[in-house]
């Protein structure tokens, strides 16, 4: 039986490290940064639904290049926190819909790959993230910036999005954490939470976050080199 999936796109977020400017707005390769977030995900033929969660004053009057993209996107006001914006995306998933993928706006390089990757390893109760080894050795430190320990590289891993999960177990998990509140920049670490299990799959060095300018830079040379 074919798997049928649905996307969470958090979108909402201020873009305060990019001095301001809302980064899944600005242009990459000639389009806005979001639609190359989104357009991997329409391509691929599991998914049915890709719900974006923008600031709630952009939901509001959403741009026009957004609401002509595909008849498939629906778009929700977003929350304070990415949590909160990742909560109410996942309201309007469809009912029918088996695993959702949750995927950061900021994130515009995924490929197919990647996505049917984490795809073929969600199961009941089981949710999938992928991630890519950890290349330099990482210090832990305390509060005075005393190293404290250093872990052992070989078992770190960097996680990236889309995290893969069966739609009852990470909604619970949501639904869960606003009774407790509590705030996770991560899906995965509140289904680890609440007792589900989480698997890594194979990410990719290209998947890069675009957090700063120079990450901007990054990926449209990435962008460029793939078009040749």
């Known amino acids: 039986m074919s798997v049928r999936a649905a996307v969470v796109i958090a979108a909402g977020g201020a873009g305060r490290r990019m001095g301001g400017s809302r980064k899944q707005y600005l242009t990459l390769a000639g389009e806005p940064l979001l639609v190359h977030s989104i357009r991997p995900f329409l391509a691929h033929p599991a998914v049915a639904s890709v719900v974006v969660a923008l600031p709630p004053e952009d939901a509001a009057a959403p741009p026009d290049w957004l609401v002509r993209l595909d008849p498939r996107v629906v778009i929700v006001p977003g929350g304070e926190e990415r949590g909160d914006s990742v909560r109410r995306g996942l309201a309007r998933v469809p009912a ?8 950061d706006a900021a994130r515009p ?3 197919r ?3 049917d990757r984490v795809l073929a390893a969600v199961r009941p109760g089981v949710g999938a993230v992928p991630a890519v080894a950890v290349g330099d050795t990482i210090k832990e430190v305390d509060e005075e910036g005393r190293v404290v320990a250093t872990p052992d590289r070989r078992r770190l891993r960097r996680a990236q999005t889309p995290q893969g999960f069966p739609c009852g177990l990470i909604s619970d998990a949501y639904r869960r954490a606003a009774a407790d509140g509590v705030v996770a920049t991560d899906d995965a670490a509140l289904v680890e939470r609440y007792n589900g299990t989480v698997v890594v799959v194979e990410g990719s060095a290209e998947n890069i976050k675009v957090t700063s300018p120079a990450d901007l830079a990054v990926a449209e040379a990435l962008l460029v080199r793939r078009r040749r």
Request: proline share 0%; aromatic share 0%; charged share 20%.
């Open 96 to 103: 029918d819909a088996d695993v959702v993928l949750i995927h």
């Open 109 to 111: 390089l995924v490929d």
């Open 113 to 115: 790959a990647t996505i």
